[in-house]
Nanobody, 114 residues
Framework: VQLVESGGGLVQPGGSLRLSCVGS????????MGWYRQAPGKQRELVAN???????DYLDSVKGRFAISRDNAKNMVWLQMNSLKPEDTAVYYC?????????WGQGTQVTVSS
């Protein structure tokens, strides 16, 4: 199973980015898909996740600015990030869980700077 992210980059404060992730190598639906991030010198933290029933969780600091969505049939997940702040700068990792197995993407850099 592989998770491949795309959509990171450099954006000015207040700008938007949309991250995409596609899972391949399995015909089964992931129970949970989501996004984590890790800034330099900090622990990896959950940004948002979404289970196959449509229930989501968000990091408090991104509520109202970020939105997660997924296509269960295609094992794809997106993260729409609006009103970006410098403190959102981090490597963002796609995450997926199927039963007891966890999967991670390689990460995509998001830099918010003027």
């Amino acid at each position: 199973v592989q998770l491949v992210e795309s959509g990171g980059g450099l954006v000015q404060p207040g700008g938007s980015l949309r991250l995409s992730c596609v899972g391949s190598g399995t015909i089964f639906r992931f129970n949970v898909m989501g996004w984590y991030r890790q800034a330099p010198g900090k622990q990896r933290e959950l940004v948002a996740n979404l289970n196959s029933e449509g229930n989501s969780d968000y990091l408090d600091s991104v509520k109202g600015r970020f939105a997660i969505s997924r296509d269960n049939a295609k094992n794809m997940v997106w993260l729409q990030m609006n009103s970006l702040k410098p403190e959102d700068t981090a490597v963002y990792y796609c995450y997926a869980k199927k039963l007891q197995d966890d999967y991670w993407g390689q990460g995509t850099q998001v830099t918010v700077s003027s």
